[in-house]
């Protein structure tokens, strides 16, 4: 019996090491013919993982690395592929703007925070956590990432109407006609604030970030400050050093 359990937990691990070659996705059948096992064993190891938080499913159907493994990774000071390419960017913008860096992906109607660089020096310090979320409507890399996904009116209000927009601060935009409106400023002007909207006493501007050589959008990269220590006015006075930055960071990581 504890034979057949090291058979399965085998298998499992076989899984999980072939989903982590396959950071864009990877098909049932494509890691059944990968791991040479069974489609209905894969699938059962496929349900083991997403259980635990260590496998997802995309909406394209394809299965990928879960968040939950970037949690237990984080503790062991690991770090996901893109989290390490975009690290040097988050410390070099950390130290010159003196205040927290992120850089979170899009989730349904939250943000996964992939990676984080806080200030060298300064007393006050963000608590966000590698792995942690936020609804993404009450944040800027949240506001600049659903301004990617929808691009007409009808899809977002649907979207939008579908799900509780809670309000984490009096800032928040709950009204899904008076965030749509920002989407669109948003894509005008590309960035995104977030105006104490997450949290009271942080705000922060974020800005879109490819780590491919195509065009689209792999996640957002925000500076958010402490409001006092660095007023919103001053991250958009800044914005185009922030853009530089990450126009630089692209630059590194075309082929």
Known sequence: MSEERAVGADRVLL??????????????????IAVDAPKSSVHRALATLRKRGFAAQDGRGSYVVGDELLR??????????????????????????????HFAVLDEAEVVYRAKADPPSGGMRLTSVVGGRNPAHATG??????????????????????????????????DPAKLWHELEQIRESGFALDREESEIGVACIALPVSL????????????????????????????????????????????
Request: no cysteine; net charge negative; charged share 25%.
């Open 212 to 255: 491919s050589a195509t065009a689209s959008i792999d996640g957002a990269v925000s500076v958010s400050a402490i409001a006092v220590r660095t007023p919103l006015g001053e991250l958009i006075d800044r914005v185009e050093e922030f853009r530089t930055e990450l126009g630089a960071l692209a630059v590194r990581l075309r082929p």
């Open 15 to 32: 899984v999980l090491s072939e989903l982590g070659r396959h950071p864009s996705g990877v098909s049932l059948e494509d890691l059944a």
């Open 72 to 101: 237990l990774a984080f503790t062991v000071h690991e770090q996901r592929p893109e989290s390490a390419r975009v690290e040097p960017a988050l410390q070099r913008l950390s130290e010159r703007f003196g205040e927290t860096v």
């Open 141 to 174: 890399v949240g506001k600049l990432l659903l301004a990617d996904r929808f691009r007409d009116s009808d899809s977002f209000l649907q979207w939008a109407k579908a799900r509780a927009l809670p309000a984490r601060t009096d800032s928040t935009l709950t």
